[in-house]
């Protein structure tokens, strides 16, 4: 089973190949950003894609939405420092088989991956009750009244990005992305772009810093 990983942090990366040693099944492949990643993903076709939400320039979302929008079948588990049961719901709101904390035990992930390879899916069992029954820490964060591209899109303004280059980063128009950036304050309750910003720094939604280019195969 090809397994591809889109992490821009080495230590993750090499923490996979670690953890995957004993298993000569699986085989990695990696790429450090959302572009790198859907250039393997055309090239190999991995059977599984893991993907950290938060990447440098466009995030893990967008990833996933471009590959589902090329295969719709793809098995994709979204991979992240942020436990918050709303980006496990927003995960699996646009296609994703499965959501994994990179916080939590290591094991996690060869269980999620063995679980979606076996055409499954995987949610931890905290973050999947909290989504069933809206539990506080869901019913608490600002960003359950997001959709994943009005988080995409507060995660880019958070950056610093304008709204043209946000409009170009997510392949939209400008008019759809100011109308978003104004259904979001009236969702969240604030006024101007920089509570939208503050709000989102906030939540953790902001954006990785590149840790290199380029895309490598173990």
């Not at 591809?4 to 099944?25: K, M, N, Q, Y």
């Not at 939400?53 to 295969?71: C, D, K, Q």
Request: hydrophobic content about 45%; proline content about 5%.
């Amino acid at each position: 089973m090809r397994v591809l990983i889109v992490d821009d942090h080495p230590i993750v990366a090499s923490g996979c190949r670690t953890v995957f040693a004993d298993e000569p099944e699986i085989v990695l492949l990696e790429a450090a950003d959302a572009e790198g990643g859907e250039r393997v993903f055309v090239a190999e076709r991995p059977d599984i894609s893991v993907i950290d939400i938060n990447l440098p320039t466009v995030s893990g979302f967008e990833l996933a939405r471009r590959i589902l929008a090329r295969a719709a079948s793809a098995r994709i588990i979204m991979f992240s420092m942020n436990d918050d049961p709303v980006f496990a719901a927003r995960a699996i709101e646009i296609g994703a088989k499965g959501y994994v904390a990179k916080t939590g035990d290591p094991q996690d992930l060869v269980e999620a991956i063995r679980e979606v390879g076996k055409g499954g899916v995987y949610l931890p069992s905290a973050i999947a009750r909290s989504i069933a029954f809206a539990g506080p820490a869901f019913a608490r964060s600002p960003l359950a009244k997001l959709t994943s591209r009005e988080m995409e899109i507060l995660r880019l303004l958070s950056a610093g990005k304008s709204l043209s280059e946000i409009a170009w980063l997510v392949h939209s128009s400008y008019k759809t992305v100011a109308n978003t950036s104004s259904i979001m304050r009236q969702k969240l309750g604030v006024r101007t772009s920089a509570e939208l910003v503050r709000l989102a720094i906030e939540s953790g939604l902001g954006v990785s810093v590149p840790h290199g280019a380029g895309v490598a195969r173990p």
